[in-house]
């Protein structure tokens, strides 16, 4: 059974950091892994996807990579800002369906 | 194009009673989910659909049904509610099974046992 951990749970950083948020995942045999962002309250916006056979995908100041055969990915964010406070979410795609992290709730203050 | 779009947005169901979530897409995706998320988690896969007349259970299923009798509409249906029902559930849609299909949510329905 597919099991995804984000690390780390939560994390605050001031304004301007650069971030990286975590994902493992313990099956290989992956399509693709994406990346979400949840608002309070509100549904899943896709951030990037990366395909099994790409490395990484770059989205403005997003960057994630996939390293398939040891089952992690990462999500980089350059220069955070307030706006960048959500809850960041990476899910694994087999046969049809997506597995879930429990998420990395990201806070970034003045 | 609305996406994926969701009714109703908040309802509050006492013990026992019986209700359908709706979920339309507009993008002609074969395949349609239902999740579920619980405070503080990820989210938790109840039934998907691979196209209409078919139908799948996920990770969560008990308690749940659903049927797929278009292409646009994956209606989900809770009888007997029960307060562990209480939750965030989410649809979602994808175009295809492999690697550059992304998967499009909803903004979701609030459910509350009571």
């Known amino acids: 059974k597919q099991e995804v951990t984000q690390i780390p749970a939560a994390l605050s950083v001031p304004e301007g950091e650069n971030l990286v948020l975590n994902c493992s995942f313990t099956?290989?045999?992956?399509?693709?892994l994406q990346w979400f962002r949840q608002d309070p309250g509100k549904g899943l916006t896709s951030l990037l996807l990366?395909?099994?056979?790409?490395r990484e995908q770059t989205s403005g100041r997003l960057n994630a990579s996939l390293d398939k055969s040891s089952g992690r990915s990462t999500l980089y964010i350059a220069a955070s800002q307030p706006g960048d406070s959500a809850t960041y979410l990476c899910?694994?795609?087999?046969?049809?369906?997506?597995?879930f992290g429990q998420g990395t709730i990201l806070t970034v203050h003045p | 194009n609305a996406g994926v779009t969701q009714t109703p947005k908040f309802r509050i169901l006492k013990i026992g009673q019986s209700m359908t979530l709706q979920c339309t897409q507009d993008?002609?995706?074969?395949?349609m989910y239902w999740y579920r998320q619980d405070p503080g988690m990820g989210l938790k896969l109840i039934y998907y659909?691979?196209?209409?007349?078919?139908?799948d259970k996920g990770e969560v299923p008990n308690g749940y049904n659903v049927s797929r009798s278009t292409t646009e509409d994956f209606p989900l249906r809770l009888e007997l509610a029960a307060p562990s029902q209480t939750s965030v559930y989410f649809c979602?849609?994808?175009?295809?099974?492999?690697?550059?299909?992304?998967?499009?949510f909803g903004p979701g329905t609030r459910l509350t046992v009571l």
């Open positions: 979602a849609s994808t175009r295809g099974q492999g690697g550059p299909n992304e998967q499009f």
């Open positions: 099956d290989s045999a992956i399509y693709n």
């Open positions: 990366i395909q099994s056979s790409q």
């Open positions: 899910a694994v795609r087999q046969l049809g369906k997506l597995t």
């Open positions: 993008m002609n995706h074969n395949y």
């Open positions: 659909s691979v196209g209409a007349g078919i139908t």
